[in-house]
DNA sequence: CTGGTGACCGAGG
DNA sequence: GCCTCGGCCACCA
């Protein structure tokens, strides 16, 4: 249901690791959410406990309206900030063993 | 049911 | 670099 892609949303973001960062697209594949707007809608309803500052587009820049934030949020983080973009050669999160198998984990059957 | 909207993505000109 | 189009899916009037 819609409500197991929420929570496996929320779980993928939450796994992030700090200095890192994914797109929704990402998000969205890894969560098997069926797509990425999805995750927007998630992160704009129920982010608000999440580290959605590790959350960018896929072409490396931040949502409009939390651009400011977030960019400010991130450098805090020690990720490199260019020209306005995130700099995705050395942070990008790349859908590490742990995350998948946890991933993997959450859609195992027979657990529910 | 239709139509509009959104923290999106990719391809093509 | 720019813009446009189509597709994606959940939600609401």
Same mark, same amino acid.
């Given at each position: ?16 690791? &700090?200095? +890192?960062? &994914?797109?929704?697209?990402?998000? &969205? ?40 934030? +977030?960019?400010?949020?991130? @450098? ?23 995350? @998948?198998?946890? &991933?993997?984990?959450?859609? +195992?059957?027979?657990?529910?």
């Amino acid at each position: 249901m819609d409500e197991q892609i929420h929570e496996r949303v929320r779980d993928v973001i939450r796994s992030i690791p &700090a200095g +890192q960062v &994914a797109t929704y697209g990402d998000v &969205a594949a890894v969560a098997k959410a069926p797509s990425p707007r999805i995750v927007g809608r998630i992160l704009a309803e129920d982010g608000h406990d999440l580290p959605w500052q590790r959350v960018l587009r896929a072409n490396g820049t931040p949502a409009p309206h939390l651009a400011d934030e +977030q960019l400010q949020l991130l @450098r805090e983080e020690g990720v490199a900030i260019l020209d306005g973009r995130i700099d995705f050669a050395a942070h990008r999160w790349e859908e590490s063993p742990a995350a @998948r198998a946890k &991933a993997e984990d959450d859609s +195992q059957p027979g657990l529910f």
